[in-house]
């Protein structure tokens, strides 16, 4: 089957659209008093050039200084870890469920009214996190090199020896670490090894993140890579419907059809919790919400929001049979890919 294609006008960001919808919020009452809002303290493992335009949105809505600490996920998952109940974070914003399960016993419970905004798999059973966006696992693809048909139908097939020299990875990424940890939980540990030997084997290019692995399909330096879906979509945004490259969901389901959830926890100890939980329910606002389906690409994850054409529906991806909660063993992950030598 031949890619679908594309138009520039359902990529096009609808930042006005956005900023309607935040005047509306305002005037609701997301907060016109901004005398003596206090603080709030955010550490995040999602990068500022995705989140810092909404995390300004929040604090000119509502007054509150908001100081960020920028990391990876896993990064500050351990940071938090070593400082314990001396950490000054107020929230923990995580990149994926794995790393708010590192630190899950940190955190305190949600409002029930912010936990209920979102399907039951997309948060923490405890109701210790709530997921903010969806990011689906695919294959990122270069249709002039092969086509969509000669795909496998599970990533596990990515290790006959068809695709040796032909393959990219980012073993260090977080949102890889956490689809093995999936793995995982799915296949077991013997299967999992099978896997990334396999692909070591297959000698699979190792970059340090998605975007490199995206761009370089694109290049024909690799015919495919193994990302997040949203990446493709930020390069048609900027080069158009020319840039070759495509993303496609293992028909078989599996861990390459994971969908992931970035999330957030309001940390136990913090100071400025009222401030927390605010900013919390303000990333699950229909504001927020628009923001990553139109700026972001991701998966919005409360109902009423609406995402580009292109998007592939929740619903038709063949999601694995796994718990968010149970993606939480990044080190055991890591020592896994570092003995199978796909890590140094």
Avoid at 187 to 210: F, L
Wanted: net charge negative.
């Amino acid at each position: 089957m031949p890619p679908r294609p594309l138009s520039m006008r359902h990529l096009r960001p609808k930042l006005l659209l956005a900023l309607v919808a935040l005047i509306a919020g305002l005037a609701a009452g997301c907060g016109s008093d901004t005398n003596d809002a206090g603080s709030l303290y955010l550490y995040s493992g999602r990068s500022e050039s995705l989140v810092g335009p909404i995390i300004k949105q929040f604090a000119e809505l509502t007054g509150i200084d908001v100081q960020v600490k920028y990391a990876g996920t896993a990064s500050l998952a351990a940071t938090l870890l070593e400082e314990g109940d001396r950490s000054p974070a107020d929230v923990f914003y995580a990149q994926d469920p794995g790393g708010l399960g590192v630190v899950e016993s940190m955190l305190g419970v949600l409002p029930a009214e912010t936990l209920e905004r979102v399907s039951e798999w997309a948060r923490s059973p405890q109701g210790l996190w709530v997921g903010i966006s969806g990011r689906a696992r695919v294959l990122v693809f270069n249709p002039e090199r092969v086509s969509e048909s000669e795909l496998p139908a599970s990533i596990e097939d990515l290790t006959d020896p068809k695709w040796k020299g032909r393959l990219g990875w980012a073993p260090t990424n977080g949102s890889f670490l956490t689809m093995v940890t999936g793995m995982r939980k799915l296949w077991g540990e013997e299967r999992t090894r099978a896997w990334i030997d396999g692909m070591v084997a297959n000698g699979a290019s190792i970059y340090p993140n998605n975007t490199t692995q995206v761009a370089a399909v694109a290049s024909g330096e690799i015919d495919v890579g193994l990302v997040n879906h949203y990446y493709l979509f930020r390069f048609l945004a900027e080069e158009g419907e020319t840039f070759v490259a495509r993303n496609y969901h293992p028909t078989a389901g599996g861990p390459g059809s994971l969908v992931m959830v970035s999330g957030a926890g309001v940390l136990a100890t913090a100071e400025n919790r009222e401030n927390a939980e605010r900013f919390v329910s303000f990333l699950l606002s229909r504001v927020a919400q628009q923001y990553f389906a139109s700026q972001t690409f991701e998966y919005p994850l409360v109902e009423g929001v609406r995402t580009g054409r292109l998007l592939t529906p929740l619903h038709e991806i063949n999601r694995p049979d796994v718990a968010l909660a149970d993606l939480a063993d990044l080190a055991g992950t890591t020592e896994l890919l570092r003995s199978a030598g796909a890590l140094p």
